[in-house]
């Protein structure tokens, strides 16, 4: 029988791909607390100039600096869905923590997977080239990759590079475009863009097995913040500055 939605993975596997997905926007939407919207310092300075600049109030404000906190979690199960979708190729399979993304089962390609080109520092980078140099090294058959999900052109080509000072370069090491590496593992041109026209229809149909219910999101930032400045009298941004710069010299006496 004929996928329904793309022809290098089955309707299952897809299907779970975006169950997973789903979960995981769940998580990270159910988990803002004060403790973790506080987790990484909020820049209070520049969220006065977008207060003032973009005409938001304190609550909108305060909301959409948590949106993009998820954002930012999201981005990163973003590049799982596609090793899932990936490992779901005959051949390939998921690495589950081991140090890579993606490999062949008969060891003849490993792959680290980055949803966009622009993610790693110096030290990154060179970590992974040594990472992927090392299975190269010890597997004598296999290509390694650096895959770029969202890459500025379509590509396949050797890795070189002068990462800290120091000259990378090996035979098996490559980068490859995200379209690109989605071809290599399903042997189709188009399996990526097959796979963006097929996802309002899966995302859709995953939807409809769901149980409508009405529990609303755990998300309880900015109504603990709220408790504190009903003590403090402080507005909801002074509260904030307060709570994560209070050692800083001065504000204390906000």
């Known amino acids: ?31 803002i607390t004060k403790k973790n919207f506080y987790s990484n310092k909020v820049d ?12 938001i109030n304190e609550d909108s404000l305060i909301q959409g600096e948590i949106l993009r906190q998820i954002d930012k ?22 690495g589950n923590r081991s140090g890579f993304d993606i490999k062949a089962i008969d060891n003849n390609l490993f792959a680290d ?9 110096s030290k990154s980078a060179e970590s992974l080239f040594q990472k992927l140099s090392n299975y190269a090294d ?21 890795w070189t590079a002068i990462i800290n000072g120091k000259e990378y370069s090996h035979s098996r090491v490559f980068k490859i475009s995200g379209d690109q590496f989605y071809e290599l593992l399903s ?18 149909d995953y939807l409809l097995t769901l ?33 994560n710069f209070s050692y800083y010299l001065g504000f204390d006496k906000l």
């Open 138 to 158: 010890t597997y004598k058959m296999a290509n390694c990759y650096w895959v770029q999900i969202l890459a500025k052109k379509s590509f396949t080509k050797k």
């Open 113 to 121: 997977v980055k949803n966009k080109h622009n993610t790693m520092n």
């Open 44 to 55: 209070t300075i520049k969220l006065a100039f977008d207060a003032a600049f973009n005409d």
């Open 73 to 94: 979690s999201i981005n990163n199960f973003i590049g799982t869905f596609h090793e899932q979708v990936l490992g779901g190729i005959d051949g390939f399979e998921v």
């Open 211 to 243: 149980e409508k219910t009405n529990v609303p999101l755990k998300n309880s930032a900015i109504d603990e913040i709220r408790m504190e400045t009903a003590i403090s009298n402080r507005s909801i941004l002074d509260q904030i500055t307060f709570e």
């Open 1 to 31: 029988m004929k996928n329904k939605y793309v022809d290098f993975i089955s309707d299952d596997h897809l299907l779970h791909c975006i169950k997973n997905l789903h979960n995981s926007y769940l998580l990270a939407k159910n988990n």
């Open 187 to 204: 042997g189709q041109d188009d399996a990526l863009f097959q796979l963006y026209r097929a996802l309002p229809i899966a995302i859709k």
